[in-house]
C-alpha cells in the first residue's frame, strides 16, 4: 500500500485487517486524530518517516508480522500510547525522536522487543512529559 503524497489528515488513520507487507505512507506530515494499525497479520513495514504529530493516540496491537515502524520524525503525539502484542516488533529506534505523549505509555506483550530499549524509550521523552500512566510489561 503506498498512499504517496497525503501531507496532512484532519481526522483518523486506522489500517485493520490489510494483507499487504509493507505500507507506506509517503509524505504524510500530520494526523489530527489518532494512528491505529490493528490486526495487520502480513504487515511486515510501516513507513511514517515524515510524520511530525499525531493529534490524538497512536495504537498498534495485535499485528504479527510487524518488525519497522518508522516514526523518525515525530516528536508529538497528544494522547496516549498502546503497543500491545506485536509478535515480531523488535525495534523502535527511529522512535526517539518523540518530545511528549499527552496520555499513558503503555508497551505489553511485545516479546521481541526488548523492556531496556522501551524504558529508553520513556527516558527519553522524560516521564515529565507523559501525560498519564507508564505501564511497560511482559516484553522482550
Known amino acids: 500500500l503506498n498512499a504517496g503524497s497525503l501531507g496532512n489528515v484532519d481526522g483518523d488513520v ?6 499487504v507487507s509493507t505500507r507506506d505512507l509517503g509524505d ?19 513507513d511514517l518517516g515524515s510524520l511530525i504529530e499525531i493529534g490524538s493516540y497512536l495504537y498498534l496491537s495485535n499485528n ?5 515502524v518508522d516514526l523518525s520524525s515525530l ?5 496516549y500510547v498502546y503497543v500491545y ?13 518523540i518530545t511528549r505523549v499527552g496520555g499513558d505509555f503503555t508497551f505489553l506483550y511485545n516479546y521481541q522487543l526488548s523492556t ?3 524504558n529508553s524509550l520513556r527516558d527519553s521523552i522524560g ?4 501525560g498519564g500512566t507508564v505501564n511497560i510489561s511482559n516484553n522482550g
Do not use: A, K, Q, R
Open 14 to 19: 486506522y489500517c485493520y485487517y490489510m494483507g
Open 28 to 46: 504524510l506530515e500530520e494526523i489530527g486524530g489518532h494512528l491505529s494499525f490493528n490486526y495487520c497479520p502480513y504487515t511486515n513495514t510501516v
Open 64 to 68: 504479527d508480522s510487524l518488525d519497522s
Open 75 to 79: 516528536t508529538d503525539i497528544g494522547g
Open 85 to 97: 502484542s506485536n509478535d515480531d516488533l523488535d525495534s523502535i529506534s527511529t522512535w526517539f525522536g
Open 116 to 118: 531496556s530499549t522501551i
Open 127 to 130: 516521564t515529565s512529559n507523559i
